[in-house]
C-alpha cells in the first residue's frame, strides 16, 4: 500500500515538473539573428550587442540561435529569409534601399554633417515614418539604427580632390542604384560586385576603386592595393537593424519591451562602436600602409554644390515630399 502511494506521489511530481518545464519551454522567446559579416564589423557587432543585451534582459526565458560570417548567406539572402521568417533578426547596411525606396535619402552626397545630424534625423520623426514605411513595404519591424558610417573614395589613379577627378574611375558600389546614379552623375563609373571579391578586383585592375567606411578599408586590406585615401565623407551608411513583424506581433508585452530596450542599447553601442573605431582606424590604416597609401581631403564646397542635382533625382525614387521632409530635418 504505501509502495502504490510512494508510487503515486512520485508519479504525480513527475507529472508536475514536466508540466512546470513545458510551460515554461512554451513561455520562452526563441529568435534566429544572423549577419553577412565578420566579427568586429560594424553590424556583426551591432546584432552581437543585441543578442548580449536582449539576454541580459530575459536570461532564460529567451534562446538565441546566432550565426554570422556569412553562415547563412549574404545580405541579400539575409533580407530574403527574414521576410519570410527563416530569420527573425538581422541589421542591414546599404542594401536596405532593395526593399524600400525611402532608403533611397541616404545615397544623397553630403546629406550629414556630423554624427550630431544623423541623430537628429534618425531619432525623430524621420526615423518614425522609416519604421512605419518598412512595415508596410517590406514586413520588417525597424528596431533601430545603428552606423556603418561616413564612408570614403580610394583609387589607383588619382586624389580625389574635387568632382571632375572621378571622371572616368570605375568604382566598386553596393547594388543600390541611387548610389550608381550619383557616381554616374559625378563622372565616375560604378560597378557592383560581392564585397568578398573587391580586394582582388583591386589589385588586378578590374576596377580603380572603391568607397567604404574606414572600418571596411581596414577589414579588408584595401589600403594594401590603393595608392589614394581620399577623405570624403561623402555618405553616411547607417545599420538597419530589424524584425520579421508577424514575430514582432507576435511578442508578449515583457518581450517586446525587453526587445525594444535591447534594441536601443545596441543602437547606441553601435553609434558609439563608429565614433571611438574612427580615429583608431584612420591612424592603424596609416601605419599599415607605411606612406604607399596617399591621404587627401576635399573641397567640400565644390562637392556639396555638385551633389544639388543628385539629389533632386534621388528625390524622384525616395519621394520628393519625404525627401524634403529629410532636408528639412537636417537644416
Known sequence: MKMKHFLRSTLAALLASMLISAGAEADQLKLRLSVESTPGAATQHM??????????????????????????????????????????????????????????????????????????????????????????????????????????????????????????????????KTRNMAFKMLGASPITMNIGEVYLALQQGVVDGQENPLGNIRKWSWFEVQKYISMSRHVYTPITLVMNLKKYNSLTPAQRAAVDRAALRAEGASRQYGTDNDAKLLDEIKALSKGKAQFNEIDSVAFRAAAVPIANEIAKVAGKDFTDAVLKAVK
Open 47 to 176: 546584432l552581437a550587442s543585441f543578442r548580449d543585451f536582449l539576454k541580459g534582459e530575459l536570461g532564460d526565458q529567451v534562446a538565441i540561435e546566432y550565426f554570422d560570417s556569412g553562415t547563412l548567406g549574404d545580405e541579400i539572402v539575409h533580407m530574403e529569409q527574414v521576410r519570410t521568417g527563416q530569420l527573425d533578426v538581422i541589421p542591414i547596411g546599404s542594401d536596405a534601399v532593395a526593399l524600400d525606396t525611402k532608403w533611397a535619402v541616404f545615397d544623397i552626397p553630403f546629406l550629414f554633417n556630423d554624427r550630431v545630424a544623423v541623430a537628429k534625423v534618425l531619432d525623430g520623426d524621420i526615423g518614425r515614418q522609416l519604421d512605419a514605411s518598412f512595415q508596410k513595404t517590406a514586413g520588417l519591424k525597424v528596431l533601430g539604427f545603428g552606423e556603418i558610417g561616413f564612408r570614403h573614395i580610394t583609387n589607383n589613379v588619382r586624389p580625389v580632390v574635387v568632382p571632375t577627378n572621378l571622371k572616368g574611375l570605375k568604382l566598386r558600389t553596393p547594388g543600390s
